[in-house]
């Protein structure tokens, strides 16, 4: 299939593609928030692997996050640690691109709209650094394109191993994904075919899978994962513009969002105004239930469950993706909605990058320096006094501190191992002895904490290092910038360790 006037499709795509991809190309750390520690976690596969017996860690193979490590693992080969969390984590962007792309090639929907809708990447659940769920996008719409196929009366049994297969990489994505696929499977049977024997005979191919994750549920619903269900919002509530903006898109300061919506506002209501005599048969029917079904999941479901935060947001973007996709485009010269649709995008992703930049210029400012100055194997004691930035919406300084272990190793005062369901975590249940959550609440450390660690990363105001200096147990190794390097001394000015 070409573009109007023809100009090839791939010639979109790439350029979709070069135009998400500036950001991620203009900055070494991206205002992700838990990229850190994802990558962190490759480090500690290659140390577990390298000395298994004497480790602290495990490996467990069989996570419900393993294809997001693997393509972090491959970035690191390739790009080495100071790159593997931006590159692989723009690797995943592309691939939003092209899935998004090639469905919509497969549907015979608007290539516009598909382009459009590279915007939504840059969402709440891209700058938390949700990494497996993230990739579990493209894998869905993957499993949406089989399940939506016209059905073969001759390949029952292929078929269902094909589901199975692909049920898999949803549940190797992340568990909420396999999830929303058996929703899905179900609301295609039963509201778009009306297939009851079809809808059992598709849920009876993946019995084994299912009674695999109902055993493995358990060990993560009963551990240090359990916290309680958070409800702030209730549905009503939730339906609102500033709750919309927040939901789909979510990421940097200031109006680019909102004109984001606001553009996106406009396409939908022409689309349906314009073509609202043949609406119901240029409808990708199939495409709008499942916004539907996103959407519901977003209105209906709590803000935290276990561990899991924006377990009810984090569906908005892939509901508006659908929502556009499914539409027929607004009734303009076909050039004109393509040259339309990449202008926005391109606009976006250049104010995009301008917030990444001012980030890691102004708010990372001494990071390098610090993290540079850590010798190998150092045990670092991450403080961030400043919680919020100018640039972006989400915290993006919690786990900044993590990449002292990306780059040279050692211990955290926190690491994703702590959780039952990581690729590499604790062997024995892990209790600090120091203060807990200090990534989160650094106004709570003790004096006694510091002497767990050899270094501390302070991010904080001139106020705050000035008051760190005069304390007799830290002694500043670097001076510049809002992140700092301290060593940990003891009351008469010796190493502490």
């Known amino acids: 299939m070409t573009a109007a006037h023809g100009q090839p499709r791939p010639v979109l795509v790439a350029i979709c593609c070069v135009a998400l991809a500036v950001p991620f190309l203009l900055v070494q750390f991206p205002p992700i928030t838990d990229l850190p520690q994802q990558t962190a976690q490759i480090r500690l596969l290659l140390e577990t692997l390298n000395d298994p017996a004497a480790s602290e860690y495990r490996i467990q193979w069989f996570t419900p996050y393993s294809i997001s490590y693997l393509l972090l693992g491959l970035s690191w080969s390739v790009f080495g640690p100071e790159n593997a969390g931006r590159m692989a984590m723009l690797a995943v962007g592309l691939i939003w691109v092209l899935s998004i792309h090639l469905v919509s090639i497969r549907r015979g929907r608007s290539q516009s709209a598909a382009t459009l809708g590279t915007v939504f990447f840059f969402s709440h659940i891209m700058y938390w650094g949700f990494f497996s769920f993230t990739i579990g996008w493209p894998v869905f719409l993957l499993w949406f394109s089989l399940t939506t196929r016209e059905p073969s009366p001759n390949s029952t049994v292929t078929e269902g191993l094909e589901l199975l297969a692909v049920a898999l990489l949803l549940y190797m994505c992340h568990l909420l994904w396999l999830i929303a696929g058996l929703c899905w499977l179900g609301l295609e049977c039963l509201v778009l075919r009306r297939d009851l024997k079809r809808f059992f005979r598709r849920f009876a191919c993946l019995t084994p899978l299912i009674v695999a994750v109902i055993v493995w549920y358990p060990m993560i619903s009963h551990s240090v994962m359990a916290t309680p269900t958070v409800w702030e919002m209730n549905p009503l509530s939730r339906i609102s513009l500033s709750w919309l903006i927040e939901a789909t898109l979510g990421g940097i300061q200031g109006p680019a969002e909102q004109a984001i919506i606001g553009v996106c506002a406009v396409w939908i209501g ?32 709590p803000e935290k469950y276990l561990s899991t935060i924006r377990f009810s947001t984090r569906w908005m973007p892939m509901a508006a993706i659908a929502l556009l996709v499914a539409l027929p485009p607004p009734s303009l010269k076909p050039v004109l909605r393509q040259i339309a649709a990449l202008v926005v995008v391109i606009v976006f992703c250049l104010v995009t990058a301008g917030a990444w930049i001012g980030f890691e210029q102004k708010e990372l400012s001494g990071l390098k320096e610090s993290l540079n100055t850590l010798p190998q194997e150092p045990r670092v004691l991450g403080l961030s006094y400043i919680n919020w930035s100018r640039f972006v919406k989400i915290p993006p300084f919690v786990q900044v501190f993590a990449y002292s272990q990306v780059l040279k190793g050692g211990k955290l005062n926190f690491s994703f191992a702590r959780f039952p369901a990581a690729l590499v975590a604790f062997k024995k249940f892990f209790v600090p002895p120091w203060t807990n959550n200090l990534e989160w609440f650094p106004e709570q450390v003790k004096d006694s904490d510091l002497k767990y660690f050899d270094f501390v990363l302070v991010n904080g105001t001139e106020e705050t290092h000035e008051n760190i200096r005069l ?3 830290l002694t500043p190794l670097t001076s510049e910038g809002r992140w700092r390097l301290y ?3 003891d009351r008469n000015g010796q190493s502490a360790n």
């Open 487 to 489: 060593k940990v001394v």
């Open 471 to 473: 304390a007799s147990l």
């Open 270 to 301: 022409l689309s349906v105004l314009q073509n609202r005599r043949t609406l119901k048969t240029e409808i990708d029917w199939a495409f709008l239930l499942l916004s539907a079904m996103f959407f519901a999941f977003a209105l209906f479901l």
